[in-house]
Every structure is written in C-alpha cells, then in structure tokens.
C-alpha cells in the first residue's frame, strides 16, 4: 500500500506496518490546540454542532489546552486531511489550529 510523503501518510504507513486493518472502522481521535480553557470549552460547543465528540484536555506537563474530537471512520489519507483542514476552518476564529491525529492501537 502506498501512501504520500508528509507527516500523516508517514502515520498511516507506520499503522499499516503495525497490521492495523483498514478495512475496518477506526475511532480516530483528532487534536485541536487552543489558547486556554474558556476559548476551549467555546470551541468544542462548536465542534460538537458539526458532529465531532469532543472533550476538552490540559496537557500536564505543558499546561497547553486541546480540544479531542473523536470520529468513528475507516482510515483514509484524503478524509483525514479533509476532517483536519474542517478543524483549522472552525477553529481559526478561536485561535485554535489542528494539532494532529492518532488512532488507539490494541
């Protein structure tokens, strides 16, 4: 399997090396940094309208703020950057940015 060379076709490759399987839905969990908490909570009210589950999260070493959006999706280069570039779209005006994916592997 093939895929580009940029940050998130690396993932995909190193997922793919791993046996995860492709074919079969995935919860992938999709980060969104945000300035503090307030802007935080503001943001994952809009996100949660266009159909992500999300949660709110303060990393403990660093104190920065994230917003965790999670989607039930089969892994797919083009959706991925679809979905993350949607994120940067609704986020911009917070102050936010998408800040990467990644999949719980078992």
């Known amino acids: 399997m093939k895929f580009p060379n940029d940050a998130d076709g690396d ?3 190193s997922l793919y ?3 995860l399987d492709f074919k079969k839905i ?3 969990d999709f980060f969104v940094a945000v300035p503090d908490k307030a ?3 503001e943001l994952s009210q809009v ?3 266009e159909g992500f589950n999300c949660f709110l999260e303060q990393d403990d070493e660093t104190e920065e703020w994230a917003c965790c959006c999670s989607k039930r999706m089969l892994l797919n280069y083009n959706e991925l950057i679809k979905i993350q570039n949607k994120l940067n779209s609704l986020s911009k005006p917070h102050g936010g940015y998408s800040d990467g994916w990644g999949v719980f592997v078992e």
């Open 11 to 13: 993932a995909l490759h």
């Open 39 to 41: 802007t935080g909570e």
């Open 17 to 19: 090396k791993d046996g």
């Open 26 to 28: 995935q919860s992938v």
């Open 47 to 49: 996100l949660k309208e």
